[in-house]
């Protein structure tokens, strides 16, 4: 994500939801799921993370103010919490890492909203997501004002990550270094690091994350790289060039910010992820939502878990894939923070919609995870704070291949504010 979120009037509100799809492995890249079955099937009780966990698979959340900063016994954040332990194994940082939030002077660094969550996920035993090291959006004014030679820069550049890595030390299962360093013409984008330091700004975030913390995979992360296009192609040749010239980056990180009925094919995301991955780098798609305009429709609904299921099934369909990460939680009034269980042998109900790992005959229920606006594909705005919405969309999955079920949402919300 790269905007902070914040409180506006709601004139359109667009659903993000989470989805994870697990069995064996196989299965062809080129046919799409087909269109989901909404009239019924009940969920087990399994947890996401269970299900996850048993095929060695990580699914993550955004981690808000909401997981973190209400108290022990305040009704929503406890529910909130438990949400978070029970169908997760990961989390991600959302904003408690950024460059601004950690660090409001050169001479402070504020950890302390950070360390929750990883003390939340070490005691839940989750992995942890660092987002992000080095971007153009929310930094500090004492960082972003006056005038930086490039040895100053990229002094405090260094300075940044040796504190940041350092304090989370053996505490992070990955850390996005760069974030959106390309325009979506595929051009490299102008920041305050390119414009102080020069484009090789991004080779030198990474050696020093690497020196700091030699073990922990270190990824690029970037939004509209998913599907075939230019800046897709920019991103591959970034990282192919970083990978030849022996700098020590590790995974990509395909954010998935959609719309309903704009994603890419399955064939072409599962390829496009593929090429990365043939780079000898991990995969992971580190901030999916796909939105539908409000109010909601059966038919939009309908599309988002068909939208979902693609999602999945390509990432499923390349084994360099190995983490789904959903763009957040609602921080507050919500009767269900995210979810998914499998339900094996439903008698008399088609095989339709999803993505398969294996031939596992079952369906899932996904439960609702995020919110926010998004006027057009590329650029998103801050969140929407309000948000009521109803709905039940019910997914089978059809066919062998690497996959379990994928499916449909299931949500009551009341109104609310998402920060991630």
Same mark, same amino acid.
């Given at each position: 994500?790269?905007?902070?979120?914040?409180?506006?009037?709601?004139?359109?509100? $667009?659903?993000?939801?989470?989805?994870?799809?697990?069995?064996?492995?196989?299965?062809?890249?080129t046919a799409p799921p087909p269109r989901p079955d909404t009239t019924r099937a009940e969920p087990d009780t399994r947890s996401l993370r269970t299900l996850a966990e048993a095929k060695g698979i990580s699914i993550g959340a955004a981690a808000g103010s909401g997981l973190f900063l209400r108290p022990v016994g305040d009704a929503q954040g406890d529910t909130l919490r438990a949400h978070l332990?029970?169908?997760?194994?990961?989390?991600?940082?959302?904003?408690?890492? &950024?460059?601004?939030?950690?660090?409001?002077?050169?001479?402070?660094?504020? *950890?302390?909203?950070?360390?929750?969550?990883?003390?939340?996920?070490?005691?839940?035993?989750? &992995?942890?997501?660092?987002?992000?090291?080095?971007? +153009?959006?929310?930094?500090?004014? !004492? $960082?972003?004002?006056?005038? !930086?030679?490039?040895?100053?820069?990229?002094?405090?550049? *260094?300075? +940044? /990550?040796?504190?940041?890595?350092?304090?989370?030390?053996? &505490?992070?299962?990955?850390?996005?270094?760069?974030?959106?360093?390309?325009?979506?013409?595929?051009?490299?984008?102008?920041?305050?690091?390119?414009?102080?330091?020069?484009?090789?700004?991004?080779? $030198?975030?990474?050696?020093?994350?690497?020196?700091?913390? #030699?073990?922990?995979?270190?990824? *690029? =992360?970037?939004? =509209?790289?998913?599907?075939?296009?230019?800046?897709?192609?920019?991103? *591959?040749? $970034?990282?192919?060039?970083?990978?030849?010239?022996?700098?020590?980056? +590790? %995974?990509?990180?395909?954010?998935? +910010?959609?719309?309903?009925?704009?994603?890419?094919?399955?064939?072409?995301?599962?390829?496009?992820?593929?090429?990365?991955?043939?780079?000898?780098?991990?995969?992971? /798609?580190?901030?999916?939502?796909?939105?539908? @305009?409000? #109010?909601?429709?059966?038919?939009?609904?309908?599309?988002?878990?068909?939208?979902?299921?693609?999602?999945?099934?390509?990432?499923l369909d390349v084994p360099a894939c190995n983490a789904v990460e959903i763009a957040g939680v609602f921080d507050g009034g919500i009767a269900a923070a995210a979810g998914l269980r499998l339900r094996h042998g439903v008698p008399g109900v088609p095989r339709r919609a999803g993505v398969q790992r294996g031939g596992d005959r079952g369906r899932v229920r996904r439960r609702v995870v995020g919110?926010?606006?998004? @006027? %057009?594909?590329?650029?998103?705005?801050?969140?929407? #704070?309000?948000?009521?919405?109803?709905?039940?969309?019910?997914?089978?999955?059809?066919?062998?291949?690497?996959?379990?079920?994928?499916?449909?949402?299931?949500?009551?919300?009341? @109104?609310?504010?998402?920060?991630?």
């Amino acid at each position: 994500m790269t905007r902070r979120r914040t409180s506006r009037p709601l004139s359109r509100s $667009l659903v993000a939801l989470g989805a994870l799809v697990l069995a064996a492995c196989g299965g062809s890249s080129t046919a799409p799921p087909p269109r989901p079955d909404t009239t019924r099937a009940e969920p087990d009780t399994r947890s996401l993370r269970t299900l996850a966990e048993a095929k060695g698979i990580s699914i993550g959340a955004a981690a808000g103010s909401g997981l973190f900063l209400r108290p022990v016994g305040d009704a929503q954040g406890d529910t909130l919490r438990a949400h978070l332990r029970r169908e997760f194994n990961m989390v991600w940082s959302g904003n408690f890492m &950024k460059f601004s939030t950690i660090r409001p002077s050169r001479a402070v660094f504020d *950890y302390r909203n950070a360390d929750l969550m990883v003390s939340f996920a070490a005691a839940n035993g989750m &992995k942890v997501r660092g987002h992000t090291l080095v971007w +153009h959006q929310q930094n500090p004014g !004492w $960082l972003t004002s006056g005038s !930086w030679t490039r040895e100053q820069a990229l002094a405090a550049m *260094y300075e +940044h /990550i040796d504190s940041v890595v350092t304090h989370f030390k053996g &505490k992070l299962a990955a850390w996005d270094v760069v974030n959106e360093a390309i325009n979506d013409d595929g051009t490299m984008r102008s920041t305050l690091w390119s414009q102080r330091i020069g484009d090789d700004y991004i080779a $030198l975030a990474f050696q020093r994350a690497a020196q700091v913390e #030699p073990g922990v995979p270190l990824y *690029y =992360n970037d939004y =509209n790289i998913e599907g075939p296009g230019a800046k897709a192609d920019a991103a *591959y040749d $970034l990282v192919r060039s970083l990978k030849n010239a022996g700098v020590p980056i +590790h %995974g990509i990180g395909f954010q998935g +910010h959609f719309i309903a009925g704009q994603v890419p094919t399955r064939a072409q995301l599962a390829a496009n992820f593929a090429r990365f991955a043939a780079l000898g780098l991990a995969v992971q /798609i580190t901030e999916l939502d796909i939105r539908v @305009p409000m #109010p909601s429709t059966a038919a939009s609904l309908q599309q988002q878990a068909f939208d979902f299921a693609t999602v999945f099934q390509a990432c499923l369909d390349v084994p360099a894939c190995n983490a789904v990460e959903i763009a957040g939680v609602f921080d507050g009034g919500i009767a269900a923070a995210a979810g998914l269980r499998l339900r094996h042998g439903v008698p008399g109900v088609p095989r339709r919609a999803g993505v398969q790992r294996g031939g596992d005959r079952g369906r899932v229920r996904r439960r609702v995870v995020g919110a926010r606006h998004l @006027p %057009g594909m590329g650029r998103r705005a801050p969140a929407e #704070p309000h948000l009521r919405q109803e709905a039940r969309v019910l997914v089978g999955a059809q066919g062998a291949g690497r996959a379990g079920r994928v499916s449909g949402l299931a949500r009551r919300a009341r @109104p609310t504010q998402f920060v991630a």
